[in-house]
């Protein structure tokens, strides 16, 4: 079966997870590098790509890699490479990237450059001059680097994060994708009672209930390659299928969130039941003054604020200290909080058993990992 190389992005730090991700899929030859994971696998794995990713950003097909010096080198390499092989005569292909440490700096130039050599490349095959582009989405990526030309199409559309349940804005939301891997690292059990206090719109129970019930994240919304002649309809149907059977929706976990800001129980619970996991969720208003969970053994996993979005840091650091005197440590429990703040272990008042370097956004944090008691 043919084999296709792909790259996936990520954010800074969740190289690993991904990585791991796409082993379990079954993807082969997987290297992690900074901020992206490259892997090979048949069209069945990069649906399911698509399907099961948490952590990962979108999922790439790599179409060719060149040195590229100069801009004729750039325009005769990617006239080379078999366009047509994905886009058919009315496909819409906008080009985005980035050039780093390169002599192609000006991104838009090379911007212009890719394009030409694709429409000249499409234009010999189907043997016209100008596309109307108002079929299906072929966004091609380019990444220029140390004059390393990589360029790819994005099979996603809309990036893997987001996955149709959070539609509304809110103040100052994790990420998806890295509200999953802050679960993944956490390993909630079949069984767990996960707490958030500061649950926000409530994205890292959603995600610790879909981790722990095994449900694909991408189930419930569209892939640009849904649309491409070279991935079946047939195809996205048989392993969305084979997603809804993996799912275990019987297990005893449970979710518990609370947020001072008596929007967010309402939002949360929405959000919750777009993702098909309110069964096992609850949400309340409360402040974390008053945090004493009624379960004997339970696991917290937290994203307070920081005092760069919301509050400042002396405000923030005022939570950090009433974190540190709720979160009593006791057997049966364990905590997860994600914060930039270098001093929060002191503030907090006990050390971490363990902490891992993240990037929320462009924000260095740490994860602070207390299981020890
Ligand atoms: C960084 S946001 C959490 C975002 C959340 N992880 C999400 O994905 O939407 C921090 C949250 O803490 C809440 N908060 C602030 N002070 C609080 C307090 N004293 N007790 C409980 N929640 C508080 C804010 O209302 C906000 O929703």
């Not at 949400?283 to 969970?293: K, V």
């Given at each position: 079966m043919e084999q296709i190389k792909c790259c996936v992005p990520c954010l800074f730090g969740l190289e690993a997870l991904v990585a791991q991700e796409l082993k379990k899929i079954g993807a082969a030859d997987v290297r992690a590098e900074n901020g992206r994971v490259y892997f090979t696998g048949t069209r069945e794995t990069v649906v399911d790509a698509n399907l099961w990713l948490r952590t990962g950003q979108r999922v790439e097909l790599v179409l060719g890699e060149f040195t590229a010096r100069s801009f004729e080198e750039l325009f005769d390499q990617t006239c080379a490479l078999p366009w047509e092989q994905w886009i058919p005569e009315n496909g819409r292909f906008p080009v985005k990237g980035h050039a780093l440490n390169s002599r192609l700096h000006s991104v838009p130039d090379c911007q212009s450059i890719i394009k030409k050599a694709v429409v000249r490349r499409l234009g010999k095959v189907y043997g016209r001059e100008i596309f109307g582009e108002e079929g299906a989405l072929f966004g091609i990526r380019f990444s220029i680097f140390k004059d390393r030309a990589t360029l790819m199409l994005d099979t996603s559309g809309q990036a893997l994060h987001k996955r149709g349940y959070r539609p509304a804005a809110q103040p100052a939301p994790i990420r998806e994708t890295l509200g999953a891997a802050l679960c993944m690292i956490a390993r909630p059990y079949p069984d767990t009672v996960l707490y958030d206090p500061?649950?926000?719109?409530?994205?890292?129970?959603?995600?610790?209930?879909?981790?722990?019930?095994?449900?694909?994240?991408?189930?419930?919304?569209?892939?640009?390659?849904?649309?491409?002649?070279?991935?079946?309809?047939?195809?996205?149907?048989?392993?969305?299928?084979?997603?809804?059977?993996?799912?275990?929706?019987?297990?005893?976990?449970?979710?518990?969130?609370?947020?001072?800001?008596?929007?967010?129980?309402?939002?949360?619970?929405?959000?919750?039941?777009?993702?098909?996991?309110?069964?096992?969720?609850?949400?309340?208003?409360?402040?974390?003054?008053?945090?004493?969970?009624?379960?004997?053994?339970?696991?917290?996993?937290?994203?307070?604020?920081?005092?760069?979005?919301?509050?400042?840091?002396?405000?923030?650091?005022?939570?950090?200290?009433?974190?540190?005197?709720?979160?009593?440590?006791?057997?049966?429990?364990?905590?997860?909080?994600?914060?930039?703040?270098?001093?929060?272990?002191?503030?907090?008042?006990?050390?971490?058993?363990?902490?891992?370097?993240?990037?929320?956004?462009?924000?260095?944090?740490?994860?602070y990992q207390y299981f020890k008691y």
């Open positions: 500061f649950c926000g719109s409530g994205t890292l129970l959603i995600e610790g209930a879909m981790l722990t019930r095994n449900m694909a994240p991408g189930l419930n919304r569209g892939f640009a390659a849904e649309n491409w002649p070279a991935f079946p309809r047939a195809l996205w149907q048989e392993r969305r299928s084979a997603a809804r059977r993996a799912a275990t929706p019987g297990i005893p976990f449970r979710g518990v969130g609370s947020d001072i800001d008596p929007k967010m129980a309402g939002i949360s619970a929405d959000n919750a039941k777009r993702a098909g996991v309110s069964d096992c969720l609850q949400f309340f208003t409360a402040d974390i003054r008053s945090f004493a969970p009624e379960t004997p053994r339970g696991m917290v996993i937290t994203n307070p604020p920081y005092g760069e979005r919301l509050l400042d840091q002396e405000q923030a650091r005022a939570l950090y200290q009433e974190m540190g005197r709720v979160f009593l440590k006791k057997p049966g429990w364990r905590y997860y909080i994600i914060a930039p703040d270098q001093e929060f272990e002191r503030i907090f008042g006990r050390p971490a058993d363990k902490r891992r370097k993240l990037y929320n956004g462009m924000l260095e944090c740490n994860y």
